[in-house]
């Protein structure tokens, strides 16, 4: 069962940058096509941004030209690049293969202030 873990989350002034990390165990990272999710308080949980394992980008509109997703598939690790960061930004923020295969994790809090 491939288990995730995500960091780099925390408090940040609006137009900031927060670039957070997933730690995957398992050799089948690079098999699969990765993805960042967030949920907002009250709200579902969406998919901003997604890695094929070719290589391959997609990015939900609210965040396209903001954010920016890579991978290391060396290390079992996903990267989501966060700049001009919104108060509407603010979630939790999650990874998990598309379409979702394993337990979610305890995701990493991002919160922007105004």
């Known amino acids: 069962q491939v288990q995730v873990v995500e960091s780099g989350g925390g408090l940040v002034q609006a137009g900031g940058s927060l670039r957070l990390s997933c730690a995957a165990s398992g050799s089948i990272f690079s098999m699969n096509d990765m993805g960042w999710y967030r949920q907002a308080s009250g709200n579902d949980r969406e998919l901003v941004a997604r890695?094929?394992?070719?290589?391959?980008?997609y990015y939900a509109d609210s965040v396209k030209g903001r954010f920016g997703i890579s991978r290391d598939n060396a290390k079992n690790t996903l990267y989501l690049q966060m700049n001009s960061l919104k108060p509407e930004d603010t979630a939790v923020y999650y990874c998990?293969?598309?379409?979702?295969?394993?337990?979610w994790g305890q995701g990493t809090q991002v919160t922007v202030s105004s």
């Open positions: 998990n293969a598309v379409p979702r295969r394993w337990p």
């Open positions: 890695i094929t394992w070719r290589g391959s980008f």
